[in-house]
């Protein structure tokens, strides 16, 4: 099945600090979303992006799809950025299920 | 608009003993799924509902979870008899027919 790799596994930042995620999926997907599991344990929609490039504030993402990756980018972090961040895909005639990453966990200091 | 809501919030129970754990997808999505994360692993699908009828339950790990969805819209997963290994987080998603997945709190089962 397809396989989904993130990178780095772990990550601290000191806050107004950028950062990037990486998601490598080894095969061709039809779903792709990044998700960020609060410190309650919700996850947290933060896109979906199956190609492309798409923005929402501080976070932006882009999914370039024919080299099978996807990258997140935190600006000007802050504390309430910590937690885990998941990527996960929908293999291209999977039907709809997601296959996660094993996360990247972010923890952001003042 | 509400979200996913799942109930309980946490579970504790004995091995052997019998849990169902409820989800509410958001009002009008055909497409509802389970997923769960055990300890210290990866979060894994479970199965997959259009409406009332199973799409894919290739995650099901054996015959001890059984999925409804009477009606097609809240879904139940019962868990009978309960072991050790079921521990963990179980996640409730639903979805439009394409697009993105909102995922439910969890419902955090503890099996002593």
């Known amino acids: 099945g397809i396989q989904v790799e993130q990178s780095p596994p772990d990550l601290i930042l000191q806050e107004g600090a950028n950062s990037t995620l990486r998601c490598n999926f080894s095969?061709?997907?039809?779903?792709l979303q990044w998700f960020h599991q609060n410190p309650w344990g919700q996850l947290i929609n933060l896109f979906y992006?199956?190609?492309g490039t798409k923005q929402n504030g501080r976070l932006s993402a882009t999914t370039v799809a024919t080299e099978r990756y996807s990258l997140l980018y935190i600006s000007s972090s802050q504390t309430t950025d910590s937690g885990v961040y998941f990527c996960?895909?929908?293999?291209?005639?999977?039907?709809?299920?997601?296959?996660f990453g094993a996360g990247t966990r972010l923890a952001v200091h003042p | 608009e509400a979200g996913v809501t799942q109930f309980p919030s946490h579970s504790v129970i004995e091995k052997g003993q019998t849990v169902t754990l409820r989800c509410d997808p958001i009002?009008?999505?055909?497409?509802l799924y389970w997923y769960r994360r055990v300890m210290g692993k990866e979060i894994k699908f479970l199965l997959h509902?259009?409406?009332?009828?199973?799409?894919?339950e290739s995650g099901m790990p054996n015959n001890r979870f059984l999925a409804e969805r009477t009606g097609g819209t809240y879904s139940t997963l019962k868990v009978q008899p309960a072991e050790l290994e079921d521990s963990g987080v179980y996640f409730c998603?639903?979805?439009?027919?394409?697009?993105?997945?909102?995922f439910g709190p969890g419902t955090r089962l503890t099996v002593l």
């Open positions: 998603a639903s979805s439009p027919p394409l697009g993105t997945q909102y």
């Open positions: 095969d061709s997907v039809n779903n």
């Open positions: 992006i199956p190609s």
């Open positions: 996960a895909v929908g293999p291209a005639g999977g039907y709809n299920k997601l296959i």
């Open positions: 009002s009008g999505h055909d497409n």
């Open positions: 509902f259009v409406k009332e009828s199973k799409q894919d």
